[in-house]
């Protein structure tokens, strides 16, 4: 699923394309909103909470969509060819006289008034790439279940909005404990550290694709445990584990992180 830093670098492709131009074209390919008709109308912002996104357009409406694990959206010039996936996986498009957006594969999609939008964002908790972070609220919320693991306390966006797999996994090891550690045995402090740690790594990581939570340049170094199942822990050696709980997977390093290992 993507994480914080990938949704916002959509919804910054997606404002640059359409924000203050008129759509020339509107098509919502899914049954519930399919004559809508959004032409004629001027595409305010496009803006990221989350892992959502919600372009607000004029007359009050917003189009608010998720891209969960397979969703996408696409832009290109308005009159070029298309690619990202067949036709039938197209599930809406917004074009100007200049640029044209396609989602592939959305599997959420609708249409809602901009007065609403706190009815499907409206749950989530602080933002960490939004303008009205507040650290002190994600500690709070973070911390709220003591006998919660760890990996499941990240990954629930009711606590921090923007956290995936990857995060939680390398969170958990610069934290030096195992993702299934209660949230109520973390060392004094580690919790402050961690929300701290997780703001300033997708601010980092929002303007570039080639995600990093490493200091080091190579290549193939750039995640300290995420995808590097039975390859050396870069810190200590040690074979890096992985662990999978439903669709949910786990990577850490058993001499680093301390803590349950399941």
Known sequence: MPEGDTVWRTAHRLHTALAGRVLTRSDLRVPRFATADLTGRAVLDVTPRGKHLLTRIDGGLTLHSHLRMEGSWRVFATGARWSGGAAHQIRAILANTEQTAVGYRLPVLELIRTAEEENVVGHLGPDLLGPGWDPAEAVRRLTAEPGRPLGEALLDQRNLAGIGNVYKSELAFLAAVTPW??????????????????????????????????????????????????????????????????????????????????
């Open 181 to 262: 550690l209660p949230v109520g045995e973390l060392p004094p402090g580690v919790p402050e550290r961690l929300v701290a740690t997780a703001h300033r790594l997708l601010e980092a990581n929002k303007d570039r694709p080639d995600r990093r939570t490493t200091t080091t340049r190579h290549l193939a170094h750039h995640l300290y445990v995420y995808g590097r199942e039975h390859r050396p822990c870069l810190r200590c050696g040690t074979a890096v584990r992985r662990a999978e709980l439903g669709d949910r997977v786990s990577y850490w390093c058993p001499g680093c992180q301390k803590g349950p290992s399941t």
